[in-house]
């Protein structure tokens, strides 16, 4: 039709391209990702959760901090073992850090499959049994890169 501009077919090449997603989407589709996960917002910030027990929440520049992270509960001696290997990456968060949670950076090109990870190993801290079995068995020190 004339006047109209012409659609380019679609190639192979441009099959499974997605537009860039934001760090917070990116966490929000692998939360939600998870068995019966819903989201709710809580201390003005996105958190996740599994049968009302809370096992994400977003850190957008919490009271000033210069960072984007996730906070998560981590197993016993994780939260230590990640800070100490990479403390750039890796905090104590306010509130949660005497209980174990570790701080997970999402802000500087962090390895997505790691955080993919902890977020699943957060997840089965909290989650009833019969939902564990369905993300599989726990990852021994996920928080470190293997290479």
């Known amino acids: 039709m004339p006047g109209r501009p012409r659609r380019k077919a679609a190639t192979p090449r441009d099959e499974g391209?997605?537009?860039a997603r934001t760090p917070v989407e990116r966490l929000r589709a692998i939360c939600?990702?998870?068995p019966e996960t819903t989201?709710?917002?809580a201390w003005g910030e996105p958190t996740?959760?599994?049968s009302g027990k809370l096992f994400a929440q977003l850190d957008d520049h919490?009271?000033?901090?210069d960072h984007l992270a996730v906070w998560l509960p981590a197993p016993l001696g994780e939260q230590e073992a990640m800070i100490f290997t990479d403390p750039a990456r890796f905090?104590?968060?306010p509130y949660v850090g005497h209980r174990g949670w570790v701080g997970v950076r999402i802000d500087r090109g962090p390895d997505w499959t790691v955080v993919a990870t902890l977020v699943r190993q957060a997840y089965r801290q909290v989650a009833p049994?019969?939902?564990r079995e369905e993300v599989g068995p726990a990852a021994s020190?996920?928080?470190?890169r293997r290479g």
């Not at 020190?141 to 470190?144: A, L, T």
Request: proline share 12%.
């Open 17 to 19: 391209r997605r537009p």
């Open 32 to 34: 939600l990702a998870l």
């Open 39 to 41: 989201e709710k917002v």
């Open 48 to 50: 996740w959760r599994v």
């Open 62 to 65: 919490h009271h000033g901090d």
């Open 91 to 93: 905090f104590r968060p």
């Open 129 to 131: 049994p019969r939902l």
């Open 141 to 144: 020190r996920s928080g470190k």
